[in-house]
């Protein structure tokens, strides 16, 4: 609702520059330089607007529940028992190629861009939605030194 707002009223502000602009004598060049600095803060704030609304759709029917997981890498795997966010992190991490790792009560579980992560970790639109409203802090996922898969 508020995102509506704000497009209708970055909507006016964009018919009032375009009016005026239309009509050169019309106007100072402060109020036109104005409303022209006014549109893209109005956009940005739409958007942002747009984004929230969009990633408490995907939330509301999101149901954060502890997942068990198998790590692999290599030969090696471990079953790992993670809080929801926890799993988020880790699904993050994974799909990125991100070269970190996971804190554990025992040692900690490394997440090479050639690790496999079978079971059930939250969907890339619900990571990507926890992160868009602020609900993704990853304490127990540390960067390890060395390059990225994508750099």
């Known amino acids: 609702m508020l995102a509506a707002l704000y497009l209708l009223l970055t909507l006016a502000f964009a018919g009032v520059l375009l009016a005026l602009l239309l009509r050169p004598g019309v106007a100072r060049a402060g109020a036109v330089w104005g409303l022209a600095a006014l549109l893209p803060l109005l956009v940005a704030c739409v ?3 747009v984004g929230q609304a969009r990633a408490a759709r995907v939330l509301a029917g999101f149901d954060p529940r502890p997942v068990t997981v198998t790590v692999t890498n290599g030969g090696t795997s471990r079953t790992l028992t993670l809080s929801a ?5 880790v699904e993050r991490a994974v799909r990125l190629h991100t070269r970190s790792e996971l804190l554990t009560a ?5 997440l090479l861009p050639d690790t496999r992560v079978t079971g059930p ?3 890339q639109a619900v990571v990507e939605a926890l992160g868009v409203r602020g609900g993704l802090s990853c304490p127990g996922l540390r960067a390890l030194p ?3 898969a994508d750099t």
């Open 47 to 49: 958007g942002a607007l």
């Open 85 to 89: 966010g926890e799993a988020a992190c």
């Open 106 to 110: 025992g040692d900690p579980v490394p």
């Open 121 to 123: 970790l939250p969907p």
């Open 146 to 148: 060395g390059e990225n």
